[in-house]
């Protein structure tokens, strides 16, 4: 158990539910948006506990089957000829999962500066029932689990701190969605910035699978820690620095967002 309270998996813990948050309130906008198109407040309730457990549940059981894959070393299943060096099965993971990492990051950077608002496709304003509504749930909650399992994946060394991490960000955005969505949306610079470090650790798991050995001695993990927490420090002093200026946002991310509302309020998709 100490080994979950050394330094570097406290830092690693905290960057985990930093960029879980920020990068999963879409998935959280997208859910409630199907919810908001139930008929009552009962099953709208019923639906939000629904995708909260299964949630959880989900990702902590394919967390722990990351975990399991990560340690499978040594047992080569592409020969060493082929390319100069042998791959295993965490190699394998590892490359994948860096790769697509990178891919949907830069592909999600598209979308939100370029790309079509994912929203019409959710946001029409026909009713569901009950039953349908989860499915979807399921659905659109599986589709936004892979990025975030593959980051912390790439973040955290323990899957304790992983899913300690999904699980508490979960809760995070289930009780404060609106207000941080309303926070990212009219700070787009944090969003930007959280979908480059993904870019970054997505270039690591490539490097650690490529020669884990060389990875750790530079480590990778610590330059990207420091970087974001630079970054971000930045972000914090040029958003004071605009607030003081009373300068308006050019910037308009294209994406839904949830309205601040007060906290008995049901979630408003936009």
């Known amino acids: 158990m100490q080994h979950l309270f050394t330094s570097e998996s406290i830092i690693s813990f905290l960057v985990l539910v930093l960029l879980e948050v920020v990068l999963g309130i879409d ?41 399991w894959l990560l340690s499978q070393k040594g047992n080569f299943i592409i020969p060493e000829r082929w390319f100069g060096k042998g791959f295993d099965l965490a190699s394998i993971v590892m490359l994948v999962g860096g790769l697509f990492l990178i891919y949907k990051s830069v592909k999600e950077i598209h979308g939100k500066l370029e790309g079509e608002d994912l929203s019409e496709s959710y946001g029409n304003s026909n009713t569901l029932t009950l039953s349908k509504a989860l499915i979807q749930i399921v659905i659109i909650d599986a589709v936004f689990s892979f990025d975030s399992i593959i980051t912390a994946g790439g973040t955290a060394k323990y899957v304790e701190i992983m ?48 020669s884990p050995e060389k990875a750790h001695e530079l480590g990778l993990k610590n330059y990207i820690y420091f970087g974001m927490a630079f970054s971000f420090l930045v972000e914090l002093l040029n958003m004071t620095m605009m607030k003081r200026q009373k300068k308006k946002r050019v910037v308009r991310l294209n994406e839904p967002w949830l309205e601040e509302k007060s906290a008995g309020d049901s979630d408003a998709a936009h």
Not at 54 to 64: A, D, E, H, I, K
């Open 163 to 210: 899913i300690a991490a999904v699980i508490i960000a979960m809760i995070i955005m289930f009780v404060f969605s609106p207000i941080i969505s309303a926070f990212i949306h009219k700070h787009p610079t944090l969003k930007m910035l959280a979908l480059s470090f993904l870019v970054m650790i997505g270039l690591s798991l490539i490097m650690e699978a490529w």
């Open 27 to 67: 998935n959280v906008i997208f859910v409630s948006i199907i919810m908001n198109r139930l008929p009552d407040e009962k099953q709208q309730k019923k639906a939000r506990i629904f995708w909260m457990v299964s949630g959880m549940v989900v990702r902590s059981m394919l967390l722990m089957a990351l975990g």
